[in-house]
């Protein structure tokens, strides 16, 4: 009942005959507020806390009228304005339409991920053609212009898209298509836009209760749900996210406490107990000033966390649904009279056909219920139960269960998970000749989301396998070695490497014989590898391992990665060292020097998993920054001028000289030059001014929907009248790709770290 009660309508404490929705089911009669009853009467203390009477919950018929009281339709149309304006702006940002070329060209030997075997991509031009259509219905949900129609038109190639790759799915943009579905059922054209101005009829008319009950519940639904889902293990105790705290956003709090502690109550606390509460805070009149003041921090910092395109600007706009739905007519009343001729309606709102105003009510609907609106108040009831079933329906799929339940998507598991990837291998065996090899770990993908989900792994293998042939591997069998750490648990597998994955039995309805389990007892663990790591120097690095019994891990340890030791946490293993033809036996506590430049491989041979860490220095990182900060106190000598002895011709361009015609490279000053210019460009983007940022970030946004636009017209040129010689073709792509003189971007520092490849 929970999510039933958020979504009837924002609970209202007011005084007796006061309207704060400027309703009015006719000229002579007092307004009828959203969710109020006809009338007039005087509320009760169940409908001004709760936005209704418990009786009307008592029959069919009394819910279905509740269901179709008059609601002003301002706060709906705004919604729907400005769902429509961020949806534009995703299509060619995270939807891809900019990029649209590289994933979709044309004879591109590429293994997809659809949910349904039979979808394919159309061809690239056909691609442009349905991403224009997406396009231009997000546009016309936004102006309100043909409404029904361009909703359509955005949700048929929308649902299409996300269906047919599954890697890129995630939980916001399934809301998207959710959200988009909602709104091509309720009346949102009917305040500011385009079809309230062709069809009078529809123009500032009231609609009923449903509408907002359907959207606000939706909303509630995200948020609870993603409450209950952190309430797991892992995020209660700070697993989950636990580097965010020392992310700059979190330096306010850091003045106070620690950056574990940061982590611990601000990012994991602070996140549940917004998520838990956001929807019970937005329903009531009294809590929801405080409730708009935490969701929009919320999702501000999350807009600067993530990588989320709009979805924090989507939940923002959403936060409107739950305040009283006049509050756009009274802010635009509240504008300067020169300004309203460009603003949406003031006055009050009509009577609809659509509505239930009660016996006695001029204009509307009176008297008995249509099936019409019984069908809309079911399918409102239903709608809502499933949306709470679906989360939890992971017993049906169990084939799409891994580590975590449920398919990637709608279970609003947000930030639950953090995944780190240690170790891919893929062996392939002929079938007819019994050569083996081992593939790329993604090739022939544009993805590494395979990496995680049975399914995924499953359609890949298959794609593999239709695609070695023609590389004269006859009947492939493929094997994956998959090590994960999922919220700072050791490395372990996730499937079984003796299982050829191309035969291997999947079904959406089963579980997955050939995953193996995620080793829960290892868990009180991580405190201990915690205080391990925390005990190294800065020019030390540790992975810690989980193996199963009877399973080995064959390890090449690179000559950069000197002093590798392996030591034994917990069961016991066979260290292999393969070229020297030795075996050493090693239990708990004990542990060995690893020779570099060799492969070994480590056998668990105790009864239960086994535990082992590797301790390491890349000595030929270490080496280089110890040359790299020579050269920087050498240029700061020679630039003081404490430096007496002239340089050599090969060190001179660290002044900025250029090099001495026929002197050679030195691979250390190369890299120390690459170095410098990245912290130059680092310090100037630090240093920039607001308006230097804001011009920047035009910069970029203009280029990205110039190619996107660009790339479109051409596409549909082609459509139109046929391709163009390529080499024309090859022109007008290269003028769409052109980016001015933008700079270029800088790496980060510290990518040269490399770890040691299991």
Known sequence: MAAAAAAMGPARRRRAGRGPEETAAAPDKPPVPCGDPPGGRPPGRARRLLGFEPRELASWGRLVWLLHRPCDPAALGAFRAAFGLLMALDVPQERGLARLDHRYLDGLEVCRFPLLPGLRPLPLDWMYLVYGVMLLGALGIMVGFCYRLSTLAFLGPYWYLLLLDKTTWNNHSYLYGLLAFQLALVGADRYWSIDGLLHPQKRNAHVPLWNYTLLRAQIFIVYFIAGLKKLDADWVGGYSMSSLGRHWLFAPFRLVLSEEMTSLLVVHGGGLALDLSAGFLLFFDATRPLALVFVTYFHCMNSQLFSIGMFSYTMLASSGLFCDASWPRRLCARCPQWLRGGLPSTEPPRCSPDCHYGEGAAG???????????????????????????????????????????????????????????????????????????????????????????????????????????????????????????????????????????????????????????????????????????????????????????????????????????????????????????????????????????????????????????????????????????????????????????????????????????????????????????????????????????????????????????????????????????????????????????????????????????
């Open 364 to 758: 509307g609907a009176r008297g008995g219920l249509r099936l019409r609106q019984h069908l809309a108040a079911a399918f409102t009831l239903l709608y809502v139960a499933e949306q709470l079933f679906l989360p939890y329906s992971h017993f049906i799929t169990q084939g799409y269960n891994n580590w975590t339940n449920g398919l990637y998507g709608y279970s609003w598991d947000m930030m639950v998970h953090s995944r780190f990837h240690q170790h891919v291998k893929i062996t392939y065996r002929d079938g007819l000749t019994g050569e083996v090899g081992y593939l790329k770990p993604g090739v022939f993908t544009q993805s590494r989301r395979w990496k995680d989900h049975a399914d995924m792994l499953k359609q890949y293998s298959t794609c593999l396998s239709a695609i070695l042939p023609r590389y004269n591997i006859s009947q492939p069998q493929l094997y994956f070695d998959i090590w994960v750490s999922i919220n700072e648990r050791f490395q372990q597998r996730l499937v079984d490497p003796r299982v050829d994955l191309v035969r291997a039995e999947w079904s959406p309805w089963r579980r997955t014989p050939w995953l193996l389990p995620l080793l829960l007892e290892l868990s009180p663990w991580r405190e201990r590898l915690q205080e391990l790591e925390s005990g190294l120097d800065g020019h030390t690095d540790v992975v810690f391992i989980a193996d199963f019994p009877g399973l080995h891990l064959e390890n090449f340890v690179s000559e950069d990665l000197g002093n590798t030791s392996l030591r034994v946490l917990r069961g016991e293993v066979l260290v292999e060292l393969v070229e020297q033809h030795r075996n050493h036996s090693l239990r708990e506590g004990e542990g060995l020097q690893v020779p570099p430049g060799e492969y070994h491989k480590v056998h668990t041979v105790s009864p239960e998993p086994s535990c082992y860490m590797y301790t390491y220095v890349n000595t030929t990182a270490l080496a280089l920054e110890k040359n790299l900060t020579r050269l920087q106190e050498l240029r700061e000598r020679v630039q003081n001028g404490t430096e007496t002895e002239p340089l050599p011709p090969e060190l001179r361009p660290i002044l900025g000289e250029p090099l001495v015609a026929g002197t050679p490279t030195d691979p250390v000053v190369a890299a120390f030059l690459r170095r410098q210019r990245r912290l130059e460009e680092l310090g100037r983007r630090r240093e920039a001014s607001l308006g230097q940022r804001l011009h920047r970030f035009l910069r970029k946004k203009y280029y990205l929907f110039r190619r996107s636009a660009l790339m479109t017209l051409i596409s549909l040129r082609n459509l139109a009248l046929g391709r163009p010689p390529l080499e024309q073709l090859a022109q007008e792509v290269a003028f769409a790709n052109w980016r001015g003189e933008e700079e270029e971007g800088t790496r980060p520092e510290g990518e040269g770290q490399a770890s040691p490849e299991l």
